[in-house]
């Protein structure tokens, strides 16, 4: 049967090369024509009645052959359009193809410019109970009314993207709390209009939720992040970047009350300080990933204390931390061996110590970014070239504005076999012979480097220019 099946999938494949013509539309995004006629020309006439007497012909032979449960089963495999297409086949195909079990997953990030509320109320009514996950990411259109039918109707939706959806509000989740009790992920990133009522409602309804994405949804404040916290104690991912009103008591009842969190970021929230960390850490040992960048008011007592908590921390983000020092960094490598990826840009204080105890303590470096540490020299990169980290795992290395580092830096680089990118902006001592020699030894890797034309010499005598000479090329 299967060899039947095959040659069935062949032959029709070779006769319905007509599929990839232009004048198929998928009806679930199908706008409705302007006008009361419609213009077709003589070869797509033809094509589509070619492509039905294909299918009059051999259709009653498939369905013979595949019972409706098995063709369910292949349809369930495929992607939104070819299920539409499938649709267009014929009218068995339709119904098969359109039946709900087919429509659990749904992605339109791909037709977000098309996807308007009476899409998401079709595919509401088609898809029912089945749905469980749906991204409407981007899909800026997309307004509270169409979200409340969604609601209503896909009451065992497990995973919503609604990322970028700048038009949804508090009603939307108000809803979902309603008649979504089994929702686990909830994107809501860039969603300005949700305020802590959303988070209030997610609390009561959703009990379940897993994952949370808020981030710039600046009008979030802590009294939102802890009503969340006492109704979702099973939350393991946390994303609040942007969020310029959470402070310290936010943080401490979702560390207290939520003691499952494995991610969070912190990004810009620059109210937090080294007492919220220190409850992350003290009640969420299971913490792999951190992002802690722009919050300038944390200091090396929070690393200490992560290196103290945290052993299974694989990803650190603390960009523009600029109170950490070698102190902190230095207790976290002695603890955190599983780190995997670091970005220390701006952490103006740490020195070529930090890279020394980095190179031995943490084998598994594979990123780490030190753009803008001013007080790294070539010392600091030749410990962390001769280390097991650096032989093994480093993919990607960062030292934009790193003006200390020169070609000895890159010389020290040859060992790593799996570097992979290397990033050296505005490093002023770095020369193309150096870049030359190290792409001799690895041949795969991406250099990103840039060589500021040289500053032309004070003019002689005259009056000032004006404009400054970038001025002037600008």
């Known amino acids: 049967m299967r060899k039947t099946l095959l040659s069935m999938i062949q032959s029709n494949r070779n006769k319905l090369e007509v599929l990839?013509?232009?004048?198929?539309?998928?009806?679930?995004?199908?706008?409705?024509?302007q006008h009361s006629f419609s213009v077709c020309t003589g070869s797509m006439k033809q094509s589509y009645v070619q492509l039905r007497r294909v299918f009059m012909e051999e259709e009653a032979?498939?369905?013979?052959?595949?019972?409706?449960?098995?063709?369910?089963?292949?349809?369930?495999?495929?992607?939104?359009?070819?299920?539409?297409?499938?649709?267009?086949?014929?009218?068995?195909?339709?119904?098969?193809?359109?039946?709900?079990?087919?429509?659990?997953?749904i992605d339109l990030f791909d037709f977000q410019r098309d996807v308007e509320g009476p899409v998401i109320e079709n595919i509401s009514r088609r898809c029912?109970?089945?749905?469980?996950?749906?991204?409407?990411?981007?899909?800026?259109?997309?307004?509270?009314?169409?979200?409340?039918?969604?609601?209503?109707?896909?009451?065992?939706?497990?995973?919503?993207?609604?990322?970028?959806?700048?038009?949804?509000?508090?009603?939307?989740?108000?809803?979902?709390s309603k008649?979504?009790?089994?929702?686990?992920?909830?994107?809501?990133?860039?969603?300005?209009?949700?305020?802590?009522?959303?988070?209030k409602a997610l609390s009561d309804g959703c009990p379940a939720l897993t994952h949370l994405n808020i981030a710039w949804c600046d009008s979030i404040t802590h009294f939102g992040v802890e009503a969340l916290a006492h109704g979702c104690p099973k939350l393991r991912s946390f994303m609040c970047s942007g969020c310029v009103q959470l402070?310290?008591?936010?943080?401490?009842?979702?560390?207290?009350?939520?003691?499952?969190?494995?991610?969070?970021?912190?990004?810009?929230?620059?109210l937090v300080t080294d007492e919220a960390v220190h409850k992350l850490a003290e009640n969420c040992h299971g913490l792999?990933?951190?992002?802690?960048?722009?919050?300038?008011?944390?200091?090396?007592?929070?690393?200490?204390?992560?290196?103290?908590?945290?052993?299974?921390?694989?990803?650190?983000?603390?960009?523009?931390?600029?109170q950490f020092t070698d102190t902190g960094f230095?207790?976290?490598a002695r603890s955190c061996r599983l780190l995997e990826k670091m970005d220390l840009e701006e952490c103006i204080l740490i020195t070529d110590t930090t890279l020394m105890h980095l190179g031995m303590g943490c084998p598994r470096?594979?990123?780490?970014?030190?753009?803008?540490?001013?007080?790294?020299?070539?010392?600091?990169?030749?410990?962390?070239?001769?280390?097991?980290?650096?032989?093994?795992?480093?993919?990607?290395?960062?030292l934009d504005n790193c003006p200390l580092i020169t070609d000895a830096s890159l010389d020290n680089l040859v060992s790593c076999h799996n570097l992979q990118r290397i990033e050296l902006y505005d490093c002023q001592l770095i020369t193309h012979t150096g870049i030359r020699r190290l792409r001799s030894n690895l041949p795969n890797i991406l250099v990103h480097a840039y060589f500021a034309p040289a500053t032309p010499p004070p003019a002689v005598g005259g009056t000032r220019q004006r404009y400054c000479r970038c001025c002037v090329i600008l």
């Open 20 to 33: 990839k013509q232009p004048w198929w539309i998928p009806p679930i995004l199908r706008k409705k024509p």
């Open 61 to 105: 032979l498939i369905n013979k052959k595949l019972p409706k449960e098995l063709l369910l089963r292949i349809f369930s495999c495929l992607d939104v359009v070819s299920l539409c297409r499938c649709a267009q086949v014929s009218k068995a195909w339709n119904v098969l193809a359109l039946d709900g079990s087919n429509w659990q997953r």
């Open 128 to 176: 029912g109970g089945f749905l469980r996950k749906l991204s409407l990411k981007g899909c800026q259109s997309i307004a509270d009314g169409s979200m409340k039918l969604f609601a209503q109707l896909c009451h065992n939706v497990e995973d919503l993207n609604l990322n970028l959806c700048k038009n949804i509000g508090d009603s939307t989740c108000q809803a979902l």
């Open 179 to 199: 008649h979504c009790p089994k929702l686990q992920r909830i994107d809501l990133g860039s969603c300005c209009e949700i305020t802590d009522n959303s988070l």
């Open 247 to 270: 402070n310290d008591a936010a943080i401490r009842v979702l560390a207290e009350h939520c003691p499952n969190l494995e991610v969070v970021n912190l990004f810009g929230c620059n």
């Open 288 to 322: 792999h990933y951190l992002c802690l960048s722009g919050c300038t008011l944390l200091t090396d007592a929070s690393l200490i204390i992560l290196a103290q908590q945290c052993h299974l921390l694989s990803t650190l983000e603390v960009a523009g931390c600029s």
């Open 330 to 332: 230095q207790a976290l």
């Open 365 to 398: 470096l594979e990123k780490l970014s030190l753009s803008h540490c001013e007080l790294i020299t070539d010392e600091g990169i030749r410990h962390l070239g001769m280390s097991p980290c650096a032989a093994e795992n480093l993919t990607v290395l960062e």
